[in-house]
């Protein structure tokens, strides 16, 4: 049986999804009706640590849901350590693949935050992220930022120095 939590993030509800322990989906929205059973203690404290800085990757396995080509992605995506960000075109490079490929596999992506999906920037800007909500840009700007990468004028990520 599948069951969501939900926990308070700086910005807002995350609403993890669960079967028998094991995490399917992190999405960085959620509402407190939809969650209602309680988050495991052991992701409290991991989601706890990321926020105060103490947690930099989660290491936790890319979802077996997608495409052989998404994993490829999420692998690639998964490998990108905290601090640092890399374009669509660098994982496209890495696998083999086209630059707008690699976006619609990170918008696939079901384990928001703990596969970074927010680590991929276009190599213009900030490029896209798909939590489902208005503010999705500003979610992704905030846990760049959190994770010491700025964004100057034209919205291009920086690693803080």
């Known amino acids: 049986m599948k069951y969501a939590c939900l926990y308070q993030a ?29 988050l495991p203690e052991q992701w409290r404290h991991k989601l706890d640590d990321y926020f105060s800085g103490r947690l930099k990757n989660f290491g936790h396995p890319i979802s077996r849901s997608g495409t052989v080509f998404q994993q490829k992605v999420w692998q690639a995506i998964a490998e990108i350590p905290a601090g640092t960000v890399m374009t669509y075109q660098d994982i496209a490079r890495k696998i083999g693949s086209h630059p ?48 010491g990468v700025f964004l100057n004028s034209e919205n291009k990520a920086k690693v803080k120095k």
């Open 10 to 38: 700086p910005f807002g509800n995350i609403t993890l999804v669960f079967e028998q322990n094991e995490l399917l989906e992190l999405h960085l929205h959620g509402h407190p009706a939809d969650a209602p059973y309680p």
């Open 100 to 147: 707008r490929a690699v976006g619609g596999a990170c918008g696939k992506n079901p384990l928001a935050l703990v596969v970074p999906c927010h680590r991929v920037v276009a190599s213009n800007g900030l490029g896209g992220f798909s939590s489902g909500l208005d503010q999705a840009l500003d979610i992704k700007r905030w846990l760049l930022e959190h994770e």
